[in-house]
DNA sequence: AAAATAACGTTGCATTTGCAACAAAAAGGA
DNA sequence: TCCTTTTTGTTGCAAATGCAACGTTATTTT
């Protein structure tokens, strides 16, 4: 437990337990059991069916969630950062295999927590249980939002729609002009299901029409969203 | 709450409420202060923006979810049948005003259910109260895992894998060989976000090729999935 | 049954996209 | 600094897709 003090300040901004204090959290954690594991860069953190009974919250690092088809292709489904969950609604949808592959793409920890002793009110802090479980609910219900946002871009039938659906979205979100996105080129267009150098013509010609101009990961768009 | 009678066999067999008797269904009810509401057919029942602090139970009827676009255009996102939740994703998610439109496509009913008055447990009902946030939280999260799956499907990049994804999803999930699709040609072709004609163009390619038989909404796979 | 409507299949053509190969630019290492 | 590796842009070509128009088959209505 001690070796999670230094964690504290992301346990905190972690969305499982905002609104609550330090002092609590370690009660809780006290409670939850959880499990503390690092990852060095480039590492694997799950493999595709392996089971699954805990949740994950990234302490440090960054760490990717990929779908792979049967002939290897992989695709980015979520890019996470210290604080995020993952695997919340596998497990909370009683899912007991893995249907991802989870990936250390920078040096990670991760602190795993059964999610049955989430949703079981141990006696003495029932409070603060029922705080953790709304974080909870709240976490995989945003996530749902942000599923069906995805969604709504993938569902564009061209390259471009696809592209000015996802700028849009992501400009939104940031409320500045020259933003700045997670991804390069290929992670880009693995994001949006579409083939790199198609992404790249397209990405100049709406540069040459004077919708956007960018630079590497640093975009500034000219049209209303 | 006498008018709730008549609909316990919906709420019994509603995923909110699964694993309660119908005796322990009303102790909750009474202590969730639901409203039940009627909307007679071709009427909405929530519009764009309005603002949204309950989850809603369809009682009685068909209801309709449409995403509206600035330009008007409804698309239909979800079709909504007795036992059914909607809003609980945008709820939990802490939205305040609706993204969506909610119409009554015949006359309806529907049981509204404030949000807080589920997470907060009530004293003396602590292990209802359990029992249901587990299930909402279940439900949310199986939704979750659905968004992922037509994720995996769109993501696909022709429209051959698109639609072998998904009857290969679907057989697997009926379990019978020739098993039949929820979708008209037309129907099919929103879902996969692509070309009708194309579509029909790949269908009968594919079965030429012997990978599948079908008839309207009939189809029979020839391959292993 | 006849007529009207809707659903589905077919096809030619224009556009979009994927693919591959290569060039240019940027980043990283020795 | 120089060299290597990675990232990004460019382009020709083949394949896939959208689009539109039309014919056929099913379904519904009168």
Redesign the pocket.
Known sequence: MENLNRYAPVLEKSPLFSGVSRQDLFSILGCLDPVLKKYPKNNYILLLGESISHIGIVLKGTVQLFKESQEGNKNILLTLHPGELFLEAQVCAGLEQSGVTIYAKTDAAVLWIDFHHIMKNCSSLCGFHTKVIENMVGTIARKNLELNQKLEILSQ??????LLTYLSKEQEKQKTNPFTIP???????EYL?????????????L?KEGLLT????QFQLYFLP
């Open positions: 039938n061209t390259i471009r729609e696809k991804y390069n080129r290929n992670e880009l267009a299901s579409v083939n790199r150098s198609a992404l790249s013509r397209e990405l100049s010609a540069q960018y630079h590497k990961d």
